[in-house]
């Protein structure tokens, strides 16, 4: 029981062997796996921590923060490298790009930014949702991103430019709903 208020977002990093913690009580902490010793615990703001990513390349933590900051975390060293903020509102998500050259991140006032890690500018600043964002996914094999908003929609993105492809909403699209499945043909599983 090291964090004293919710946990909103756990990253486990297989490479290091790690679990990140971002907590409602506004602290970050580092557990080794599989013993969950503590690393590194500290307060990083009097707001809630939302969502943590990894750039494996750059060896860089950002964490997303509730006081509409992100910060640019070290590693190893879990120093800061860089606050970026304050944004016009709460940052809900972080996520880095495949390539880990920008830093993507979704904010309560439903805006997508895309922020050069190469100089820390902002390069897009997109309204994309009509509520708050609280997910950014890339696809591993593919040009696209998608975001999942609590206006029930989910953004199906082209990275590169950056324009929507598909919307999807949950009462229209049936989202979370009971589904007939008589009409289904399900496709055969295979053991490996």
Known sequence: RQH????????????????????????????????????????????????????????????SRGDGNIQIIDADSWNTIQELGPFSSSINKVCFDEKEENLFFGEKDAHLQRISLDDFKIKEDIAAHNWAIYDIVFSHRSNYLATASRDKTIKIWNFNPLNVVKRMEGFKDKAHTPVSYTHLTLPTIYSV
Request: aromatic share 16%; proline share 2%.
């Open 4 to 63: 004293q208020g919710y946990i909103f977002d756990l990253l486990y990093l297989e490479e290091k062997q790690e679990v990140y913690a971002c907590s409602g009580d506004g602290s970050f902490s580092v557990w080794s796996i599989p013993s969950f010793d503590l690393l590194f615990h500290k307060k990083l703001s009097d707001a809630k921590l939302r969502s943590v990513a990894f750039a494996k390349s750059k060896n860089q933590i950002a964490i």
